[in-house]
């Protein structure tokens, strides 16, 4: 598996995953119906924010993700990031490459921190694979996610320093 720059000709490969994923309610907090322009618009900040993707052996793009300032001004010195893998892919390390790719792309381009602002406390891999890379759990925001089957859950704001 490679981790690279996303290009525009990948989104046709992204696209049937994230709306899969985002209609599911469990794991990601954009609207279950987002349609597709919208999605590539938050998919495709503009610098200084990136979007990557992980492909296999095959060349085939399996996860994505996209990361930047969490804020402007005098907080942009702290980065944020959203990930997304193919459930074709899942339990094969794309979460974690990708993670590790952020975190170390962060650190590269002078952040000084990573901050993830919404992990699903129901997500147990995903929290699960974040400690492992060291992110730490600061605050959970009492059922501020409304998921499909769990009813109200918390979000878990995660942060690592540099």
């Given at each position: 598996m490679r981790i690279r720059e996303a290009h525009p000709d990948d989104w046709p490969a992204i696209w049937p995953f994230m709306q899969e994923i985002a209609a599911a309610g469990e794991t990601f907090s954009w609207d279950r119906d987002i349609d597709e322009q919208r999605a590539r618009q938050r998919w495709f900040?503009?610098?200084?924010?990136?979007?990557?993707?992980?492909?296999d052996d095959d060349g085939?793009?399996?996860?994505?993700?996209v990361s930047g300032p969490n804020h402007e001004g005098p907080?942009?010195?702290?980065?944020?990031?959203?990930?997304?893998v193919d459930a074709e892919h899942a339990g094969r390390g794309v979460g974690r490459a990708l993670g590790r790719h952020v975190l170390d792309q962060a650190r590269a381009d002078g952040f000084r921190a990573?901050?993830?602002n919404a992990v699903v406390e129901t997500n147990d891999r995903a929290v699960a694979l974040w400690r492992s890379l060291g992110m730490r759990i600061v605050a959970t925001l009492p059922e501020a996610f409304h998921h499909t089957t769990h009813g109200y859950v918390g979000l878990h704001v995660m942060y690592q320093q540099f």
């Open positions: 900040p503009q610098p200084p924010g990136r979007t990557v993707v992980a492909v085939r793009v399996v996860g994505t993700a907080a942009a010195h702290v980065a944020t990031a959203s990930f997304m990573m901050q993830f």
